[in-house]
């Protein structure tokens, strides 16, 4: 079965910050790749996603991740963040061939200072 | 554009009860997905239907049944309600034929147990 880990729990910063999440999984077939993001009190919402292709993938909100299969990482990036990014970032897989549930990791808290 | 929808956004029931959460899915969305997030935690895959056909099933409690009807609406019937039942409870769909596997999330409704 596949799993997702995100290397940081809780990150602090100010704004105008880089920031930089980590996500590793592990599974040994082909994967669709996703960042979803959770506003406080809202629901998830679909940052960027990657399953063939360009592997440095630009999503909304100015958010870009970079796909490195042969470390099965996905890492978030944002150059400058501000106070509204404050939210849960959760890291999430689905088999690639099968198509089916999300695993998602442990999520991320980011708190942007303004 | 139209998205997820789901009814009660917020629901309070007490311990022995029974609850109904529905999901109306992304029109031409085929298949959806129940998830739970209890406080700080990820979601986690519950159940999941394709063509009102139950496609795959995760950690849902013997005490919950899921179906999806003809207009591929869904329904999560939680009985006998515990305290640990309290969560936040996601609902998803995809298109089958989207390739990414990109699954759109709802507001979810959240069920608190007394």
């Known amino acids: 079965a596949q799993s997702v880990s995100q290397h940081n729990h809780h990150v602090i910063l100010s704004e105008a910050a880089s920031l930089e999440l980590g996500c590793n999984y592990s599974?040994?077939?082909?994967?669709?790749l996703f960042w979803y993001v959770q506003y406080p009190g809202q629901h998830l919402q679909l940052l960027l996603k990657?399953?063939?292709?360009?592997?440095l993938v630009k999503g909304i909100k100015g958010f870009e991740a970079e796909f490195i299969k042969s470390k099965f990482s996905f890492n978030l990036r944002k150059p400058s963040v501000q106070w509204s990014d404050t939210a849960e970032y959760f890291c999430a897989v689905t088999p690639g061939a099968a198509g089916n549930k999300l695993t998602f990791g442990g999520g991320t808290r980011v708190l942007v200072k303004p | 554009a139209a998205g997820v929808i789901q009814s009660p956004r917020h629901l309070i029931k007490e311990k022995r009860e029974t609850a109904t959460l529905k999901c109306y899915p992304i029109p031409r969305h085929d298949t959806v997905y129940w998830y739970q997030q209890g406080p700080g935690q990820d979601p986690q895959f519950l159940i999941s239907?394709?063509?009102?056909?139950?496609?795959d099933k995760g950690s849902i409690p013997d005490r919950f049944s899921a179906q999806q009807f003809s207009d591929y609406h869904s329904e999560l019937n939680m009985s006998s309600l515990e305290l640990g039942d309290s969560a936040l409870y996601f609902c998803a769909s995809r298109d089958q034929a989207d390739p990414a596997d990109t699954q759109y999330f709802g507001p979810g409704t959240r069920l608190t147990v007394l």
């Open positions: 239907f394709y063509e009102k056909m139950q496609s």
């Open positions: 990657y399953f063939s292709g360009d592997p």
């Open positions: 599974y040994g077939g082909t994967v669709n």
